[in-house]
């Protein structure tokens, strides 16, 4: 089994910055592609941001410029930079991967979410 830990999540204002971290455990042999997700209340889980493992990124139109991923191989984490938050950002932000287990079991996992909340 794997485990996916979101952490950084908060209350900021219009214009600031948060930087959310997901740090993964347990029975890991390789992590692949990884990515954040976000799903504001009424609306459909979308892809923000994702990472391949030699760190190939890929973004939402939305947040082009504004937010990085990034992750730290060793540390089994991935990070999401959030600049220039705006009112619209405000979701639940979930951290998935694609991981293959110690049993040689190939799957995906997801985080529990952290809530990330911009107010005017």
């Known amino acids: 089994q794997v485990q996916l830990v979101e952490s950084g999540g908060g209350l900021v204002q219009a214009g600031g910055s948060l930087r959310l971290s997901c740090a993964a455990s347990g029975s890991i042999f390789s992590i692949n592609a990884m990515a954040w997700y976000r799903q504001a209340p009424g609306k459909q889980r979308e892809l923000v941001a994702d990472i391949t493992s030699s760190g190939s990124t890929n973004y939402a139109d939305s947040v082009k410029g504004r937010f990085t991923i990034s992750r730290d191989n060793a540390k089994s984490t991935v990070y999401l930079q959030m600049n220039s938050l705006k009112t619209e950002d405000t979701a639940v932000y979930y951290c998935?991967?694609?991981?293959?287990?110690?049993?040689?079991?190939?799957?995906?996992?997801w985080g529990q979410g952290t809530q990330v909340t911009v107010s005017l």
């Open positions: 998935t991967g694609l991981f293959t287990t110690n049993q040689g079991v190939s799957r995906r996992y």
